[in-house]
């Protein structure tokens, strides 16, 4: 089973990287996944990288573009079993384009997200329901949502009903 996660940059996250990186770890542990597979953007991508490679799991880093990179980057490169890149220069939809090579290329999602409804991890989520896909969120407040369970997708008949 392949994981996946989708998550704010420090600016969001500042103060509860550790809390994150424990949610993370404990999540690992229950799903016991053998492929993860971490966006590599600085924040919730990067202590997910850091988890799999603490744990020994196979990573697959998903690059937006080619990029030189950072040496923390560097270290999750080297490690990683498979390193995708969306594109070879910046383009303005690399995220994007990465973000949903993520979604249908892993079974489950996790979700470091807060509540807010833009930006890329919104955006990462909403395409992972599209897709039916099992998402894990990260308890940010008491009141938010922990999991979204996926209804089977509609079935349609040969005659072209969909049946929900």
Same mark, same amino acid.
């Given at each position: 089973?392949?994981?996946?996660?989708?998550?704010?940059?420090? #600016?969001? +996250?500042?103060?509860?990287?550790?809390? +994150?990186?424990?949610?993370?770890?404990?999540?690992?542990?229950?799903?016991?996944?053998?492929?993860?597979?971490?966006?590599?953007?600085?924040?919730?991508?990067?202590?997910?990288? #850091?988890?799999?490679?603490?744990?020994?799991?196979?990573?697959?880093?998903?690059?937006?573009?080619?990029?030189?990179?950072?040496?923390?980057?560097?270290?999750?490169?080297?490690?990683?079993?498979?390193?995708?890149?969306?594109?070879?220069?910046?383009?303005?939809?690399?995220?994007?384009?990465?973000?949903?090579?993520?979604?249908?290329?892993?079974?489950?999602?996790?979700?470091?997200?807060?509540?807010?409804?833009?930006?890329?991890?919104?955006?990462?989520i909403e395409y992972a329901k599209s897709k039916y896909?099992?998402i894990y969120l990260f308890p940010?407040?008491?009141?938010?949502?922990?999991?979204?369970?996926?209804?089977?997708?509609?079935?349609?008949?040969?005659?072209?009903?969909?049946?929900?």
């Amino acid at each position: 089973m392949k994981v996946m996660v989708t998550g704010h940059r420090p #600016e969001r +996250i500042t103060g509860r990287e550790q809390e +994150i990186k424990e949610w993370l770890s404990k999540k690992v542990e229950e799903l016991k996944p053998s492929d993860c597979i971490s966006g590599m953007a600085r924040g919730a991508d990067q202590i997910f990288a #850091e988890v799999a490679y603490e744990k020994n799991i196979p990573l697959i880093c998903a690059w937006p573009y080619k990029r030189k990179l950072h040496p923390v980057e560097q270290k999750y490169h080297d490690y990683a079993e498979v390193n995708y890149i969306a594109f070879q220069k910046y383009q303005p939809s690399c995220y994007t384009t990465r973000d949903k090579w993520m979604v249908d290329n892993c079974d489950i999602v996790l979700a470091v997200w807060d509540g807010n409804p833009v930006g890329g991890t919104f955006d990462t989520i909403e395409y992972a329901k599209s897709k039916y896909k099992h998402i894990y969120l990260f308890p940010w407040n008491p009141e938010s949502l922990t999991e979204i369970i996926p209804m089977d997708p509609p079935k349609v008949t040969p005659d072209g009903l969909t049946l929900f």
